[in-house]
């Protein structure tokens, strides 16, 4: 019988939870680094057992850990385990901790300054990882999206990291601004149909596409329309929550925005809205099914001031039809006085014959429906706050 | 020269050690050299305590030797014999904050 696993970051620490394929019996490990906020961990797609963690915290800066064994050891990639010594492969000890954007005039570009909140000009400045999306093909690649945002990437299995210059090198990138959790790169797309088509999305400057690995970007914005901002259709300056993909489908984007749920069908070049029916297309998670493409779900959030279900019944949305028409998913879930936040990374599907969805909460909450959102369980109840949600269907 | 620093709970656990490392110090002692020592010996440490590139203090983390305030003194400060004699230790502290 195959299982699942997941990967929980939770602001003060990681858990793996662990299931036949029943999901109805969790093994639950944890925490790993207990006191840390672990942002986001993904395991590589040709090597589940190897999985990369964010770990990251406001006093003592961002750490690197990866697991060579499915979440049960951790270490920081290139570094010895408490020995005065260089990495095995001869690299520098402690660069698996180093982000440190390219301002080299030849590969780079000057760091510049972006958008501050009061529309000031701030230098970039590295405050962490907020999600790492292991290549496609070889376990030691792995991307990861940053605050203030930049896209770096490893070659090395996560011993050095090195920026991708060209996304923050964009010339919009002084227009760019942070959105209240900060200027963050939060969404890498690999397009498993074109192995150097990426797509990125920051908050707030919007979503952008790479056709060249990462070389050059181009802003894939229009018909996004925000009134919040000075020109609600800019190129660039959109709130772009998260966006969603189905490998089989890798031209057909899906949107949360800051208000919103869109959809494009052709790699983003233009988009349209599909909030149809939501009681709120505020809101930040948005998760396709594993077998049904057109199958989409979001956790509507009552506004942007205030960050909890409307009326205290939480409800994950479904629609059968790519957007448009959406249907409420509450059997299992809380109903009233329900007041938790989904961050825009803690959900995600299992590729089970009956797929598998999984969210948590910033209440500690896990939940999973291993019927694809008919019915929900909860699976752990008292976590620290749930940053985010990867399933590794085993 | 042998000289104690106590870390963090967080820096611990990264480090796998316990509250207190002995570290063999090159002379002069100095605020940097002793950093540079828990860097070199605990390479797992780097960037959690000064900026990889800078190597400036991070804002958040705070330096004490024999009750005096090291937070703010330059690389080259000299540290306090007590700490150099091994009598007390170095302290690397998370600043207080929010909680």
Known sequence: MRSVRILVGTRKGAFVLTSDGNREKWDISGPFFGGWSVYHMKGSPVDPNRIYGSVTNDWFGQIIQRSDDGGATWYQPGIPDGESAASPDGAPPGESNKFVYNTSAKTGKPLGTHQHYDGSQQPWAFKRVWHLEPSLTNPDTVYAGAEDAALFRTVDGGVSWHELPGLRGHASAAHWAPGAGGMCLHTILLNPEKPGRLYVAISSAGTFRSDDEGGTWKPINKGLHSDYIPDPAAEVGHCVHRIAMHAARPDVLFMQKHWDVMRSDDAGESWREVSGNLPSDFGFPIEVHAHEPETIYVVPIKSDSEHYPPEGKLRVYRSRTGGDEWEALTNGLPQKHCYVNILRDAMAVDTLDSCGVYFGTTGGQVYVSPDSGDHWMTIARDLPAVLSIEVQTL | ?99
């Open chain 2, 1 to 99: 020269m042998m000289i104690r620093v106590v870390l963090p709970a967080h820096l611990r656990g990264l480090a796998k050690v316990g509250s207190e490392i002995s570290l063999d110090v090159r002379e002069p002692v100095t605020l940097g050299t002793v950093l540079d020592a828990v860097e070199s010996q605990y390479p797992a440490l780097c960037g959690t305590i000064r900026d990889h590139v800078t190597r400036k203090r991070r804002p958040l983390v705070r330096f004490f030797a024999n009750g005096a305030d090291y937070s703010h003194q330059p690389a080259d400060a000299a540290i306090p014999d007590a700490v150099i004699t091994g009598d007390e230790p170095f302290i690397i502290l998370g600043a207080i904050a929010g909680g």
